[in-house]
């Protein structure tokens, strides 16, 4: 019999695809590619390519085929959405698991079936990426949950926004986890104000999934979550894949935003009668590749225990604040105290004022092999309120962004962990920064800026450097 290791956070990093891929520096040395934008993406793990491989000797058509490999597609289609609801503590009678592409096209699709109209409200937050803020804007009423000085939610503010429009709140939409300062907003107490007022809650997990266990049925009789929303890309399954899981009620009436095969019962030419969901909600031909990989991660996750994966992600977080820390002049714009770090997930964001964030992030990514990220993430009103803009200073931006004038353009540098991220890697991390520190002038003399795309770039390139993978 095959001995499979049993997957844990000690081995994960072994489980890892593309793991010991060298890449190739400015200087044309060769070194580890470090990646520190797990907020971003996460690389693939080997027991998802392992499981696709191996169906994918099996993949047929669903639903609707009727040969042997059929029935085996359509099974284990269908089998994936148990899975992905017993991560979530969902109750899966009564939800629908919708299979979409990310966190947001499902966001989108829920301001589609909520069918909201002009008077009704939804409380989002200054926090959330753009795909849990913009979807909302232009279907009903939007309001904006404030945020402290510190970055963290308001939750006076929620209250006060949902007392003063009671009755007219459908819903509260915020994310379970900053992807700019990591923050892991309290959801359940979010959830239970918000039912206290009659509005229903959606939860962005695109960024919680990865580092922390959801509850969808919560403690309480009142503290459920009625929405939540996951990316496979950011949970190691990055194979196109994302879910919405809701009341199947919430679906049951009104027309999906895309029709067409695989929503129906029946069609006549007078008439349609829609199929319930989720198939209703799922138009054309499925991502039945994504369903396996996302479904095969969970496993994955679920054997390694999200309770280690948060005690070493919070360990991680800990000793990069510690050295982070001691950076002369460098501004955090993440928690940095220590109490609070364990209900961080391991997402730091700073400004070193001698470098822009683009240079900077350029420069660990040529000097020292380290993929970070720069800019706003996304959130633009969270990151000027992080940087504690005037609206003169953001019109002002804005306008010089239009014009392409992106010299200037105030962001961020993010680190962001993942699972299988490491204490050395941290280390090297460190030199580094301390490296490019230590040699600003001679290093920055080797750099151009580009003014049409607003980056950095070395002035010269060994000429092979990107030469490792072509179509
Ligand atoms: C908090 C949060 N919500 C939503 C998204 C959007 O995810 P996707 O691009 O997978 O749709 C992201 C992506 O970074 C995110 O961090």
Redesign the pocket.
Known sequence: MLFKNRLSIDNVRNNIVGINKKIMLRNGKKTNYISFDN???TPTLVPVLTKINEFLEWYSSIHRGTGYKSVISTRTYDDSRKIVADFLNADFEKNAVIYV???????NKLSYRLQLDRNDVVISSLM?????DLPWRNKCKTLFINVLEDGRLDLDDLEKKLNSNKGKVKLVAV??????TGYINDIHYIASLSHTYGAKILI?????APHRSINMKGKGSDDYLDFV??????LYAPFGI?VLVGPKSTFQSGEPEYTGGGTIISVSQNNIYYAAPPEREEAGSPNIVGAVALAEAIKAINEIDMTEIKKHEIELTKYFLERLTKIPRIKIYSNTKEALIPNTAGVISFNIPEFSHSLLACLLAYEGGIGVRNGC???HPYVHRLLNLSPADIRKLQQDMMFGRLKNVPGLVRVSFGMYNTIQEIDIFMDVLNYIIDNKKSICDEYMYISSTGKYEPKNLPKNIYSEFRL
Not at 175 to 180: E, F, I, K, L
């Open positions: 907020a971003a993406s592409k990310n966190s947001t096209e499902a966001i959330e990426h753009h795909s849990n994310t379970g986890c900053s992807n700019v962005d997990a695109a960024q919680l929303v996951l990316s496979g890309h950011k994302g993430f996304c959130a």
